[in-house]
């Protein structure tokens, strides 16, 4: 990546998610292990096994950087395994460990081992940033933050040179999308408190996204409400802003998902890399931004808002449970074989059926998410219009599939 450029640092839940990053131009993968991350209960993490594979197929994609998420509240128990962790992601060659607690800071500093301060420490200043700066080199601000407030911190760190361990100025990084929590930078209790399930361990169970009704207690008048879902926040969007955000003198653009799936972090990955691209070659337009933002409602969402970026004194909220995505996927079948020769795929049907003209999605730790449209589709040496539940079908394919890929069938929602 050319280090004068933004980079875009893209979430891993699984390994299909990661191959998916990375065939789609992230410049980093952020990513946690057993445990002790903000994602503990959301998603498959990965192990400690996994840390070299990961380091692995990073540095095979020129360079990928990647970062261990380590930023839940930690105890005394914990301690013993976090030591464990991050000497593990050394030895591995992980890029860097994102952390929150001081504990973890410290160890990690002392181990020699590139430290990024997680959003959850609340950095909302630039004196924040320069006692951070003692232990880390880059910084996720706080995400209540206006982008005129974070112009103003990097500007700060410019002018005062402010460096990190590693002797060069400290980089600060920024969420541009993808879901929000209600509370300030992550800091809920709401699921502890009903479900003794902490959110601030990884363990959060979203009672912010269910409906509620307000009753007063004093004279059991129930409140008006326009909105049934008033304290979950439409997802952040910011592909419309990303020429104010870059101008901001952000370094890092990190986008949020580990929970979410393969596809999910292809579609966006592509989407902001290209929309990045299009800034420093000047063909941002509104044109652009509309099939961005177009391609994006495809995926995962709870409606999009720019955040508190532009200013906004309050939230926006969505109108309803789930996602408001304008397509989803319905799973059909599973890889059997590949034939690299002549670049076709044998996959069997499991459900529903395969027609000529479909748009298919297939996942896989090794594939990634591979979005494409079925031209020719032969069962039995025959050429057939649609392949149905139980039938092996092939078609043409230049990715690779392996055995025990899923295939799914991308419909309208």
């Known amino acids: 990546m050319n280090q004068n450029r933004i980079e875009l640092m893209m979430p891993a839940g699984s390994f299909e998610a990661l191959q998916a990053g990375l065939d789609a131009g992230a410049d980093s993968v952020y990513f946690g292990v057993d445990q002790l991350n903000m994602r503990a209960r959301a998603t498959m993490n990965f192990c400690l096994d996994d840390l070299e594979e990961i380091a692995g197929r990073c540095s095979d994609y020129g360079g990928v950087k990647s970062y261990l998420t380590l930023n839940t509240i930690i105890y005394d128990h914990d301690l013993s395994l976090i030591k464990k962790i991050i000497d593990r992601a ?22 020699k081992m590139p430290v990024h301060i997680s959003t959850q420490l609340n950095v909302t200043n630039l004196e924040t940033v320069k006692f951070y700066a003692m232990f880390a080199d880059v910084m996720v ?9 974070v112009a103003k911190i990097c500007k700060g760190i410019e002018k005062e040179q402010i460096t990190g361990p590693s002797g060069d100025l400290v980089r600060i990084e920024i969420f541009g999308h993808g879901a929000l929590c209600m509370a300030v930078s992550g800091k ?7 479900q003794n399930s902490s959110a601030n361990r990884g363990a959060c169970v979203q009672n912010c ?7 007063d207690i004093e004279d059991g008048h129930e409140l008006e409400i326009d909105n049934e879902y008033i ?22 653009l990190k986008i949020e998902g580990r929970a979410r799936a393969p596809e999910y972090v ?7 890399k290209e929309a990045i691209e299009a800034y420093y070659t000047g063909n941002y337009d509104s044109e ?22 532009m200013g906004q004194q309050l939230g926006e909220w969505t109108d309803k449970s789930g996602s408001s995505a304008t397509q989803k996927k319905v799973y059909i079948g599973k890889g059997v074989h590949y034939f690299p020769k002549i670049k076709v795929a044998h996959f069997r049907i499991d459900a529903y059926e395969l027609s000529v003209g479909d748009r298919i999605l297939i996942t ?3 594939t990634g998410a591979v979005e494409m449209q079925v031209d020719r589709l032969m069962v039995n040496n025959c050429e057939v219009s649609q392949a149905t539940k139980g039938e092996d079908c092939t078609f043409k394919m230049d990715q690779i599939i392996r055995p025990s890929d899923k295939l799914y069938k991308i419909v309208s929602a």
Not at 266 to 272: E, I, L
Not at 290 to 307: E, I
Request: charged share 15%; with cysteine.
């Open 90 to 111: 050394k030895t591995a060659g992980i890029s860097a460990v994102i952390a929150s607690d001081q504990a973890v800071i410290h160890y990690a500093f002392q181990q």
């Open 141 to 149: 601000l706080s995400r209540e933050l206006s982008l005129s407030q």
């Open 188 to 194: 809920c209790y709401l699921s502890l408190h009903t």
């Open 209 to 215: 996204r269910r409906k509620y009704k307000v009753i």
């Open 231 to 252: 304290m979950s926040p439409k997802d952040l969007c910011t592909i419309d802003i990303l020429d104010q955000v870059i101008e901001s003198g952000v370094s890092v």
């Open 266 to 272: 292809s579609t966006v990955a592509k989407v902001y």
């Open 288 to 309: 652009h931004i509309h099939t961005w933002m177009t391609a994006l409602q495809k995926v995962y969402n709870r409606g999009f808002w720019n955040g508190y970026y």
């Open 364 to 366: 896989g730790p090794t």
